[in-house]
């Protein structure tokens, strides 16, 4: 599989290509340049088929070209340790749970599919680089779990002051780990500023092999596509329907990954979700993209810091535009439509569901006739435990489930010892950078 910039069909470049390097110089993202048909993968996998077997079997599928069979199954044996779980809540509705990795969340499986990927590629390349991101915590501890042990990546990770949790003291760079926390005096929106500014620079992207863990990465991006075939290789001998998915759009990744999954013969029937912002219902009922009324040349480059998946969506459906009301069903959902989602799915299923999950299922419930004949099924995705989020929970049914220790830890509190930068500081995340220097740090 090849992979081409949403901005320009010629820059067209391999998987390792596209993972090493993923903020293309004209200012697009990646995105698969081609449709494999993955039917016979998917068609054999079963419910005795665990999530690291089917994601290496896919991914031999899909860039057999590149790396043999061999290393696509390591790739996956190794990153994949844990899997999602589906329940069956009753005759015609699932849940997708997507929070079972060691932080709680889904990130987990994108995170650690995406530096067991590059650990691979440069072990095998002789080279070394550096993941340059920015959060307030979630993403650190992804990171600093899926790093441990590796030998040829660190991670340069930007918090904001007094955010920093999720971290243990082995972690850090100088006590011998792979994650270098650099906190901010100041707020989120100042550290997304700090990394655009570097990867502004591209001679700074180049002499420190630089890369992001986010999912402007298509490699962090392709992997949450083998949600949907492991969803159906639980529900393929228990629904003879249609399958809709239904979710909260987020950045759009999971959409996105979802409609790729379509386009790689994955059986789906639709995806539902509440609208937002850039996803709404036009006055005739049609599905329209906000964003896709700003021409592509007026647009600022793709953010390399806090991406939105929304270009690529645009992408998908400029090339099947009938995606739009073919796959794509939203839903206005409001607030107390939520909440009394929230106690229905406790109430009827002793479901705990995050804000997000239970408009997810309040959309199901309104896009109703869309899913169709009775033998169809509904699959809720919830993306992370509802124990992090609690407060939603508590609101509505006046209990939530308690964190399990590994979500502890990834939502502790840390310290690095070590002084903020100012927050328009760049050149001492330069310094940072610099430090890294692959003889002597790696």
């Not at 850039?278 to 991406?307: C, H, W, Y």
């Amino acid at each position: 599989m090849r992979f081409f910039s949403t901005r320009n069909p010629d820059n067209n470049v391999s998987f390792k290509q596209a993972v090493l390097d993923p903020m293309p110089k004209d200012g697009g993202l990646y995105v698969p340049a081609d449709s494999e048909d993955l039917r016979r993968w998917i068609l054999y996998a079963d419910e005795n088929t665990s999530f690291a077997s089917l994601s290496g079997s896919l991914t031999s599928a899909l860039i057999n070209k590149e790396f043999s069979p061999l290393i696509c199954e390591t790739i996956a044996t190794r990153a994949f340790t844990f899997e999602p779980l589906v329940k069956k809540l009753d005759g015609n509705l699932y849940i997708l749970e997507l929070y079972h990795g060691p932080t709680g969340t889904f990130k987990d499986f994108g995170v650690s599919y995406l530096t067991n990927a590059l650990e691979t590629i440069l072990q095998y390349d002789g080279e070394k680089s550096i993941l340059l991101d920015a959060t307030t915590g979630e993403l650190g501890a992804c990171m600093a779990r899926a790093l441990r042990g590796k030998k040829l990546l660190k991670s340069v990770l930007l918090y904001p002051k007094g955010k920093i949790r999720g971290l243990e003291a082995s972690d850090l760079v100088w006590n011998g780990g792979n994650i270098y926390p650099v906190e901010v005096d100041g707020s989120e929106e100042d550290c997304h500023n700090l990394i655009r500014k570097i990867f502004a620079d591209r001679s700074l992207v180049e002499k420190y092999h630089l890369t992001v863990a986010n999912t402007a990465n298509i490699g962090r991006l392709l992997p949450q596509a083998f949600f949907y075939t492991y969803a159906f290789s639980r529900l393929k001998k228990d629904v003879y329907g249609d399958i809709y998915y239904a979710f909260s759009c987020g950045n759009y990744g999971n959409l996105v990954s979802g409609l790729y999954g379509w386009k790689l013969a994955l059986p789906v029937n639709g995806f539902i979700v509440p609208t937002d912002k850039n996803i709404k219902i036009d006055p005739e009922g049609n599905t329209i993209v906000m964003d896709s009324f700003v021409p592509l040349e007026n647009r600022l480059p793709a953010d390399p810091s806090s991406p939105s998946n929304l270009e690529r969506l645009e992408q998908i459906f400029q090339a099947n535009s009938l995606m739009l009301r073919s796959f794509v069903f939203p839903a206005d959902v409001s607030k107390d439509e939520a909440d009394e989602a929230c106690k229905e799915l406790f109430v009827k299923y002793k479901i705990y569901a995050d804000e997000e999950t239970a408009c997810a299922y309040a959309a199901s419930k309104k896009r109703s006739e869309d899913v169709g004949a009775d033998e169809g099924a509904v699959v809720l995705v919830a993306r992370e435990s509802p124990s992090i989020k609690k407060d939603f929970i508590l609101h509505n049914i006046g209990e939530a489930p308690d964190m399990n220790e590994d979500i502890q830890k990834a939502f502790a509190p840390c310290t690095t010892g070590r002084a903020p930068i100012a927050s328009d500081d760049v050149e001492s995340l330069i310094s940072v950078l610099n430090s890294l220097n692959l003889l002597r740090m790696f």
